[in-house]
């Protein structure tokens, strides 16, 4: 776990800033290859078009989350890191909902199809949000609760996990979040070998992430916890978990009444 790669004079080159750009782009590639695969080549200058906007609405709906919804007791006293992103604390929930902000904005001007572009970039969202756990455990944030069983993940003096929980092991529940999106990637392409309504994929995305990460939030750290011992990532998934698959039994009965609307 290293915070910072090396120093260009005074200037850090952070860890988490580099893996999280490289899992944006990485992400992206993701997105035109699978375009291109899916034989929907006209949403390829889309992609490019739209990943600024999306960067942009990404970054505002992390932090936004991050900051007002999962520690607010944090940032109420110490609001002049609320800017500070390069710190770490970006939140993957408030990242995709800012992201769908952004993308309905774009895709209702260009007269684009919601759940097309949807399904385009669901894996290629799996593949970045498992990168994007690489920069949380380099840069010691998004950790678990003492194991209080002799081993885990023990964390440089310089992190806020060690400043939090001292030399205690805590579970990897980072760690086990991206390879959870792996497996999620790798079933996604299983998926996609059969024909599917539109749709289906990005809500298999939302139910299956968010599922897993209402699961693996029992064992982290980091966060305050509220109602029935739930943190805010908890009260974010459930919700998204029960509207996904209400959505995606509504996409099945459509697409049986139109067969036409499938995917390939």
């Known amino acids: 776990m290293h915070q910072y790669w090396f120093w260009i004079g005074n200037f850090p080159v952070r860890?988490?800033?580099?893996?999280?750009?490289?899992?944006?782009?990485?992400?992206?590639?993701?997105?035109?290859?699978?375009?291109?695969?899916?034989?929907?080549?006209?949403y390829v200058p889309h992609l490019w078009n739209l990943a600024p906007w999306l960067l942009i609405g990404g970054l505002v709906g992390s932090?936004?989350?991050?900051?007002?919804?999962?520690?607010?007791?944090y940032y109420s006293k110490h609001p002049g890191q609320i800017i500070a992103i390069w710190?770490?604390?970006?939140?993957?929930?408030?990242?995709?909902a800012g992201a769908l902000v952004v993308g309905i904005w774009y895709i209702r001007r260009h007269k684009?199809?919601?759940?097309?572009?949807?399904d385009i970039v669901a894996p290629a969202l799996l593949l970045a949000q498992s990168i994007g756990r690489d920069a949380n455990l380099m840069n010691g944030d998004a950790f678990?609760?003492?194991?209080?069983?002799?081993?885990?993940?023990?964390?440089p003096k310089s992190t806020l996990a060690y400043q939090t929980y001292g030399n205690q092991p805590l579970w990897p529940a980072e760690v086990w979040e991206g390879q959870a999106d792996i497996i999620?990637?790798?079933?996604?392409?299983?998926?996609?070998?059969?024909?599917?309504?539109?749709?289906?994929?990005?809500?298999?995305?939302?139910?299956?992430?968010?599922?897993?990460?209402f699961l693996l939030e029992m064992l982290r750290g980091d966060s305050p916890r509220f109602l029935f011992h739930w943190?805010?990532?908890?009260?974010?998934?459930?919700?998204?978990?029960?509207?996904?698959?209400?959505?995606?039994?509504?996409?099945?009965?459509?697409?049986?009444?139109?067969?036409?609307?499938?995917?390939?």
């Open 231 to 264: 943190d805010a990532a908890q009260w974010t998934s459930m919700p998204v978990v029960i509207a996904g698959v209400v959505i995606t039994i509504l996409l099945f009965v459509f697409e049986r009444k139109n067969p036409m609307a499938s995917n390939p």
């Open 112 to 118: 684009l199809s919601f759940w097309t572009m949807a």
């Open 87 to 96: 710190h770490g604390g970006l939140s993957i929930q408030g990242g995709v």
């Open 15 to 42: 860890a988490y800033s580099t893996i999280f750009a490289a899992a944006f782009l990485f992400g992206l590639g993701a997105a035109v290859y699978f375009a291109k695969a899916d034989k929907k080549p006209e």
């Open 144 to 155: 678990g609760s003492p194991t209080h069983l002799g081993y885990g993940l023990l964390y």
């Open 184 to 213: 999620l990637f790798a079933l996604m392409l299983v998926l996609k070998q059969r024909r599917w309504p539109k749709g289906f994929l990005f809500m298999f995305y939302l139910v299956g992430y968010n599922l897993v990460r």
């Open 63 to 73: 932090r936004f989350w991050q900051v007002f919804f999962f520690d607010w007791q």
